[in-house]
């Protein structure tokens, strides 16, 4: 893709915009990854998924992680949730060091992980329940959290009852019951069709707003990335190393209009070049024995 050089620079930022960050990165840090690198070793090769991967997130910060595939960014994302270990690293959340998974951390994956014999109700019960949490206690703030993914409606039915997205919907209510510090989403609207992602995004930011958590959310859509972001962290892969760390300078509330915005697609070109640097993009595939020629198929 040609640059459009008629868009802003992505780091012009507006009065609103660049004072909000400066208020941003004054907050805690709610998650500070210091030197991590991950090495997969196997008889025949030696594979550097992560190597010397550090940054920060601040309290309430949403930060998403893009790059392109098999840059590491669900090893980061594993790892960050204590469910791999590094080979050396540091991991902190409020400034404690963290190895293993606990009750901090949350997790919302990309497939559905609810209890398909469980309901709505009872999948969010069962975090807080096996945390010790009385059944009176943990039902009524289960409640609440359905009530916040808006699946009111729905407590006492099944996975297989709900769509792809109350899937979804129901597996950030679950995450959240377990009060997390830091939620991680490893590119949980990746399966959903456009338009369900386009509202989960919506929804996500709206739940963002009434909770008190930290997010980063793992994505390779840019503008997923854009629209839901504070900041974010690009990465390079083979092997996968911090590239950039990006302010989004869209004001928020965001919108769906906001696409549309110069800031928006400056700061998605700005990213999109660093993923696919000029002089690398996709070859066209090669002519297949057996394709059949036609003038109007192109
Ligand atoms: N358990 C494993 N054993 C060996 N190699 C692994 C293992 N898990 C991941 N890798 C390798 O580590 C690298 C990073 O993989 P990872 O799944 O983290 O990438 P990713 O950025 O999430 O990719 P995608 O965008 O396709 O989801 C890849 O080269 C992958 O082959
Ligand atoms: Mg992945």
């Known amino acids: 893709m040609t640059a459009d050089p008629t868009l802003p620079d992505y780091r012009e930022q507006t009065p609103e915009v660049a004072a909000r960050f400066e208020r941003l990165l004054e907050r ?25 991967v550090s940054f920060s997130v601040h309290k309430r910060e949403l930060l998403s992680v893009i ?37 901090d951390r949350g997790m919302v994956f990309q497939g559905y992980t609810l209890f398909p014999w469980r309901t709505v109700k009872e999948n969010v019960i ?12 943990a039902e009524s703030q289960a409640r609440e959290w359905i009530e916040l993914v808006g699946l009111s409606k729905f407590e006492n ?26 939620l991680f989403m490893d590119e ?12 989960m995004q919506s929804y996500l930011l709206e739940i963002w707003k009434n909770v008190d958590i930290t997010i980063v959310f793992i994505t390779h859509d840019l ?18 190393r911090v590239r950039e760390v990006v302010q989004v300078p869209v ?27 000029p002089g690398q993009e996709q070859k066209e595939a090669p ?3 057996h394709a059949i020629s036609d003038p109007d198929v192109i």
């Open 251 to 277: 004001p928020r509330p965001r919108k769906p209009e906001q696409l549309f915005l110069p800031s928006f697609m400056g700061v998605r070109q700005h990213i999109d070049r660093l993923i696919h640097p």
């Open 126 to 137: 069962f975090g807080p329940r096996m945390a010790g949490t009385s059944a009176f206690s």
């Open 28 to 52: 805690p840090v709610a998650l500070e990854v210091s030197g991590l690198t991950k090495r997969f070793e196997s008889s025949r090769n030696v594979v550097t998924a992560l190597d010397n």
């Open 223 to 240: 503008d997923e990335a854009v629209f839901l972001s504070d900041r974010i962290l690009v990465l390079d892969a083979n092997p996968g």
């Open 287 to 289: 002519v297949l024995r």
């Open 157 to 182: 039915a099944y996975p297989h009852q709900l769509s792809g997205g109350m899937k979804q919907r129901v597996a950030i209510a679950r995450a959240l019951a377990n009060q997390p510090r830091v």
């Open 67 to 103: 790059g392109p595939s098999g840059c590491g960014k669900s090893t980061l994302v594993r790892i960050l949730a204590g469910l791999e270990t590094p080979t050396s690293g540091e991991l902190r959340v409020y400034g404690e060091p963290v190895s293993g998974p606990g009750p």
């Open 188 to 199: 949980p609207f990746g399966a959903l069709d456009a338009q369900t992602r386009c509202q």
